[in-house]
């Protein structure tokens, strides 16, 4: 049976699950290079397997571990093993799938509310599009246009105030197209003049919409952005 991604999840905690029987049971100190850095790895899988350990029969796994270590035949025939994996890994997407749904219509619920909340505020604007913001700093510069490439320092957080992006803590501001980027984004910085700092308040569908962007952006998320227009790049 080919290795999946799955197979390779189990294999892992069948690790841990070994491990653990007897190296947490006498909760042991370690001392040399070689055990800290098992122990690390240990501690870094069994992090990357809670979402499956409700699935799992921990001594069925160590009979397992145990049965491929001292070369025994499986247990299961490598057919049925097989189609039981592919069973296993549908069922898998399915709850992720349904799962991000899940958060998904709870940050739509979560946005609209602060968005209606927001714009009742003096300060903010709100476009057309329904994108909010308000400014900081008016700059005297000029404004870029859509087929401009501009210079800007920036910082992004969820509603919750999780940081997912800065510019600042890289210590450089960043360079890129004004159509290049989400359109929330694209449509303020055409409205901002160099020097300009302004304080984007994007719903999800002119940032990501529902399929959110990597670990940090879920889907459907209002995003903050505090955006400083340094410069038009020639």
Request: aromatic share 8%.
């Amino acid at each position: 049976m080919k290795p999946t991604a799955i197979t390779t999840i189990i294999i892992s905690f069948l690790l841990i699950c070994f491990c653990t029987s007897e190296t947490l049971a006498e909760n042991k100190t370690y001392t040399s290079k070689k055990e800290k850095i098992s122990y690390i790895i240990g501690t870094n899988m069994a992090k990357s397997l809670l979402q499956i350990k409700d699935e799992i029969e921990i001594n069925a796994l160590v009979n397992g571990l145990n049965d491929q270590f001292a070369g025994k035949p499986a247990a299961i025939p490598e057919k049925e093993a097989t189609e039981i994996m592919r069973e296993f890994s549908a069922k898998m997407t399915e709850i992720q799938k349904e799962k991000k749904k899940e958060i998904g219509e709870k940050a739509i619920k979560e946005g609209k509310k602060f968005l209606e909340e927001n714009k009742k505020k003096k300060d903010v604007v709100t476009t057309k599009s329904g994108l909010q913001y308000t400014v900081v700093k008016k700059g005297d510069g000029k404004m870029p246009s859509a087929t401009d490439k501009v210079k800007v320092h920036y910082r992004g957080t969820t509603l919750d105030g999780a940081e997912f992006d800065s510019s600042f803590q890289r210590g450089a501001p960043a360079t890129f197209p004004v159509s290049g980027v989400i359109k929330g984004w694209t449509e303020a910085l055409q409205l901002m003049k160099v020097g300009s700092k302004y304080k984007l308040f994007v719903p999800s569908d002119l940032a990501y919409g529902d399929r959110g962007a990597g670990p940090r952006i879920g889907p459907n998320q209002v995003l903050i952005f505090d955006v400083e227009l340094i410069s038009i790049e020639k």
